[in-house]
């Protein structure tokens, strides 16, 4: 039988030091979040507007008929525009950088809304609905739109006699912007005067698009042809020059 082992000198200090130090405990990086300030952002952006709108009327007095401070008066408008879809972006949840949807807004981003179209006549509401489903199957086949409304209804209360606004909810988003980029279609189409169809909007989108509509307004009256492109205003050009 062998000499018994010490157990002092059975650790080697050098290899227990160099285990230790091998192994350290790990820590987890700090996540940094970067915070906005939505109300500084705000204050800013409409500062700068308010500045150059300043200056637009300022150098208006002086010339008037001034071709660039006509093009800055539109950018103006732009901007003012732009000022609803700020605060509303700012003031909702950001979760790892994406803007969370709703229903709501699911809907609306699939859906068009119809103005002017004739009202049904019928006793019933359910004969109604009937009545404005087949009239949007029309006019689906019209605007050449290869799929039928998943549903359709009629907002609001009427007034004066006037055809409420009709809702049309589509299968998916493509086929709005298939309607929308279709309209134009209705103007030469039998049946369908007065009638003309948008998206579906937010209360504060609306307002903004009756803001611009009124702005294009006072533009025109200039004698400068100007129409809505994009949710911008710009100059109609006159072919051939």
Not at 136 to 154: A, S, W
Not at 204 to 229: C, M, P, T, W
Request: aromatic share 6%; with cysteine.
């Amino acid at each position: 039988m062998g000499p018994k082992t010490d157990p002092i000198k059975a650790v080697d200090p050098k290899k227990a030091t160099k285990k230790s130090i091998s192994s350290p405990t790990k820590f987890s990086k700090p996540v940094f979040t970067p915070t906005i300030d939505a109300n500084k952002i705000v204050t800013d952006t409409t500062s700068a507007v308010a500045t150059i709108k300043n200056y637009v009327q300022t150098q208006k007095a002086i010339s008037p008929q001034s071709e660039s401070l006509m093009m800055m008066e539109m950018l103006m408008a732009v901007f003012e525009q732009q000022q609803v879809l700020i605060r509303t972006l700012l003031s909702k949840p950001v979760l790892d950088g994406v803007l969370p949807i709703d229903q709501e807004e699911k809907e609306r981003r699939r859906s068009i809304v119809v103005c002017g179209l004739k009202e049904s006549m019928e006793p019933t509401h359910r004969g109604k609905f009937k009545q404005d489903f087949e009239q949007v199957e029309k006019l689906l086949d019209t605007l050449d739109i290869e799929c039928g409304p998943i549903h359709v209804y009629r907002m609001r209360k009427p007034i004066n006699n006037k055809p409420r606004f009709l809702k049309v909810v589509l299968p998916t988003s493509f086929y709005q912007s298939q309607c929308l980029k279709n309209a134009k279609t209705l103007k030469a189409a039998p049946g369908y005067d007065g009638v003309f169809i948008r998206p579906s909007m937010t209360k504060e989108q609306r307002q903004a698009d009756y803001e611009l509509r009124v702005r294009l307004r006072e533009l025109n009256k200039d004698g400068i042809s100007h129409r809505i492109f994009r949710g911008e205003i710009v100059p109609i050009k006159n072919s051939g020059n």
